[in-house]
Structure formats: C-alpha cells, structure tokens
C-alpha cells in the first residue's frame, strides 16, 4: 500500500505541473524559461540519477532510500506550495525530481526483493497499476486541485502523501544486495552534467539566441562531458553503461521506440494545459478533463496488448502502436480557435490507445531482447533513455512553441515578445492573431510528433524478429525482477 501511494504520487506531480502552469504565469509572470523551468528541472533530475540510485540503494538498503526519497519528494513539494517566487519554485521542482528518482527506483527494488514467483508477478503488477494510474488521472487530479485551491493546491497534495508515506515507511522490511557494485562516480557526474547543460541549451535557446556563446558553449561542454561519459564507461569496471549493449540491433530498435514515443506524445501534456487556456479560456479542471481522453486508454490497453500477445508478434503489436500514435497526432492538427471537444475526442483517443499498447510491451521487450546476464542492465539502460528523452522532449517541444509563435507574431502586434510570454503562459487572449501564431506552433510540434512516430515503424520492422518466444521473455523477465537480496533484521 505504502509503494502504491508513493508510486502514484510520483507522475501525478509530473503531468500535473502542466495544469498548473497558468496558475504560476498569472501570479509571478516569470519569462517563458522559467516557466519552462517548473517541468524541466524536475525531470532532468529524475532522468539523469536513477541508475546511480538504483546502485546506491542495493548498496545502503533499499528501505533507507526509499524512505530519504519520499521525504526529500515531499519536503520540496511543500516548499513548492509555498514558494514565494519563480526561482523558489524552480529550485524545489528539481529537488524534487531528485526524490522522485530514489523514490521510483527503490521502490521498485524492494518490490523485487519482498515477493517470488506469482508473488511478485501480481506485486508488480500493483505496482504498474498505481504508476500508470498517476500518469492517467495526474491531470485530472491537478484540475481539481487548482479549481479548489488554486495551482498550489496541484503541489499541497503530493506534498502531503510523500510525507505520510515517509512517516510509514520503517513498516517496510529492509534489504540489500551483498555483492552490488560500487557506484560509478565518475560515469554519473558526466552523464547528469552533461544532460543538464543540453537541457539547459534548449530551454535557454529562445531567450539568449541560437548562435550565442552561452548556447554554443554549452552545447560544446555537452558534446565534450558525453566524450568523457564514453570513456568513462569503455574503461570502468562497474560502469553505468554496457556499451556494448548499443550495437545490440533489437534493444536499440526497442530503445529507439521509446525516445520516440517521449517526443511525440510528451509534449501534449505539457504545451495543451497552456494551448486551451491561452486560446480557448478554459480552467485548469477543463483542461485537465480533456487530457484524460488521451491518458485514460494507458490503463485499459496494456490488459489488451498482453491478450493481443497470443496472436500477434511483439513487431505487429509495436508497429501497430506506433501506427495509431502517428495517425492520432496527425488527425489531431485539426484543433484550433473553437474547435470543440467533441472533435479532439477522436484523436487523443486514437493516440492514447497506440500509446496505452506499448506500456505493456516496451519494457519487457527491452529485457527480453538480450542475454539473460544482461537483463538487468539493459532495464537500466533503457529507463535511463526513456526518461531522458522525457526530459529532452519537454524542453524541445516548449522552445519551439516559444520560438515558432514569437516569429509568427512579429510585424503583427506591437510588442511580439511580450504576446509570446502571455501566450506561454497561459493568459487568455481574444487577439486573433496571436491565437493564430500559437496554434500555428502547436501545429508543428504535432506534426513533427507524427512524423517521428511513423518514421520508427520501419525501423522496429527492420530491427526486431518477427515473435519472440515466450520462454525467453518470461525467463529474463524473472531474472530481471530477482536481484541478489539480504534481509536485514
């Protein structure tokens, strides 16, 4: 029960920061980056240290850090809910994404190490529940929230879980693995640093200049730390990294799938929230009930994928998703000024439903498609790509919206960087052609959200075997899901 509620608490706190973006716009009226900042920070420090926790709680005890992850998740979500500026804000979102990182991955290891056989199976399957739950209803929750109390409200409530779970958490039993490897210091600065500094460009991109030096440097220092992020893992004994496992033609096509996914589809959550109250006015809990109809199908379809298994190959099923992903994002460029829900009913569904398929497949795929020793490695490897291309995706998909709008506008209105900071953040405009430039910008993130989907069906055709035996994924999944484990009494 404790892991359900903080499990569920952890993505609530990322789809719901969207909602609650205008909210934040309206009070501090921050620039675009800042605003950016809310989703980004946390999210660039999820992606870039869950490995090193994951190594870190076999190391210290697996209860010891899901219980430090809990608090520090909660603590900076109530710094969150009284955050008295933007950069408060900012800063308790990115310490809480550090929390949320220890949180999901040791919670999960205590998950493996406490059942067996059918046990775990059915724990596992909790487990998923309450996480694709909180994806599902996160925006939903969040438009309560904000309608009630306002867009701190969207951070009081996992500020209030995370510390009751917190409190509970010594009911938990502890465990370690005797044997695990010691952390790869080196490999997870590069690696953390070097994602934050091209992060950092991407967000920072529309507000300093393409071409400036503090842009180019930091896509320089970028290019330089994954140069040592490489060696670094060519060479240690323990790396973070099998590197090996990046010329393994089915996991990369797995993994390729997945990054995809991020950027076609992630960005939805975060730039619609701000897209229906800028254009059409709609509240927080309007919004957050439209985007159930695209984060709803994420709990029906993975029961369905897992039936569809028995007659379909994992490359139909995959290719199929990826399909409905692509034709759902292209079908959902008819929103603009006016368009109704009705009419967005239709695509997002589409687009939830392909998205839905591949939650119950990608994961075990990913493991599957290596050797059995190898598993656990490649579970790593393939969250660490999947989260970081999350975190890429948001930045990527807001800067663009910044910069295609503020360039539609120009010669139109007086002041175009200051329609474009309104826009972005959500205020309300009855400016034509202000709402024009914006839907315009949101137009070609969708098509280019459409356009990668669909460009990753040959590739996963080219990549993957037709059927993959079902010993095999039920063999390394085990083996996955079973680390080495020392009761500690």
Known sequence: MLLSLAVFNVPVALTGAGVALPGVAEQFHPASQALQWVVVGYNVMFASLMLAFGTIADRVGRRRVFTLGITLFGVAAAVCTFA??????????????????????????????????????????????????????????????VTALGWRGVFAIPAIIGLLVAVFSPLLSESRNPNAQPLDWPGTLSFSTGLFLFIFALVEGPAFGWSSPVVLGSLAAFAVLMAVFYLVEKHHRSPMFDLHLLRHPRFMGISVTAMALAFSLLPLLVLLPTYFSAVEGYSALHSGGILVLFTAPMLVMPMFATRMSRRMSLRSRLAGAMVLVAGGMAWLTVIGPGVGVGVLAGPLLVAGFGYGITLAVLDGAAVSSVELDKAGMAAGMFNAFRLTADTAAAAVGGSLLISVTSARLAGKVSDPAAMTERLNGGVHTTVPVAADAITTALHIVIWLGAALALITVPVLVRTLR?????????????????????EVR
Request: no cysteine.
């Open 466 to 486: 037709a059927r993959a035996t079902a010993s095999h994924l039920v063999a390394t999944s085990s083996v996955a899901a079973e680390p080495a484990t020392e």
């Open 84 to 145: 008295g500026s933007i950069l408060v804000l900012d800063l308790a979102r990115a310490v809480g994404g550090i929390g949320a990182s220890a949180t999901l991955t040791a919670g999960s290891t205590l998950v493996a190490s406490r059942f067996e056989g059918a046990e775990r199976i059915r724990a596992f399957g909790v487990f998923g529940t309450a996480l694709g739950a909180g994806l599902a209803f996160g925006p939903l929750i969040s438009g309560v929230m």
